[in-house]
């Protein structure tokens, strides 16, 4: 049974930084790419980061040199680090276990989600 625990998140002011984590349990950690999704109240959830297992990286062009995501494969953990924060980075932040490239793009696997973690940045 996959389980995935985020942590992290908070009130923060703006240009401030936080860092997110997800522990993840349940499948072969190293072979999967993550990801690292958001929803902002009423909108759909959107894609912020992707870290292959390869360690290759997507990241959205909203977040780009700010957002950094990493991951330590002893630790079954995955990171991201937010810095610069803006208030528009409110949102529900969700990771994400299995995240597969197809010629559309990237699909997160339906059953594989965190619970997510409110990151709220205002002064």
């Known amino acids: 049974q996959v389980q995935l625990v985020e942590s992290g998140g908070g009130l923060v002011q703006p240009g401030g930084s936080l860092r997110l984590s997800c522990v993840v349990s349940?499948?072969?950690?190293?072979?999967?790419?993550l990801g690292w999704y958001r929803q902002a109240p009423g909108k759909e959830r959107e894609l912020v980061a992707i870290?292959?297992?390869?360690?290759?990286?997507v990241y959205v062009d909203s977040v780009k040199g700010r957002f950094t995501i990493s991951r330590d494969n002893a630790k079954n953990t995955v990171y991201l680090q937010m810095d610069s924060l803006k208030s528009e980075d409110t949102a529900v932040y969700y990771c994400?276990?299995?995240?597969?490239?197809?010629?559309?793009?990237?699909?997160?696997?339906?059953?594989?989600w965190g619970q997510g973690t409110q990151v709220t940045v205002s002064s």
């Open positions: 994400n276990a299995d995240v597969t490239f197809w010629s559309q793009g990237p699909i997160p696997r339906d059953d594989y």
């Open positions: 870290i292959r297992n390869n360690g290759g990286l």
């Open positions: 349940g499948i072969p950690f190293s072979d999967h790419a």
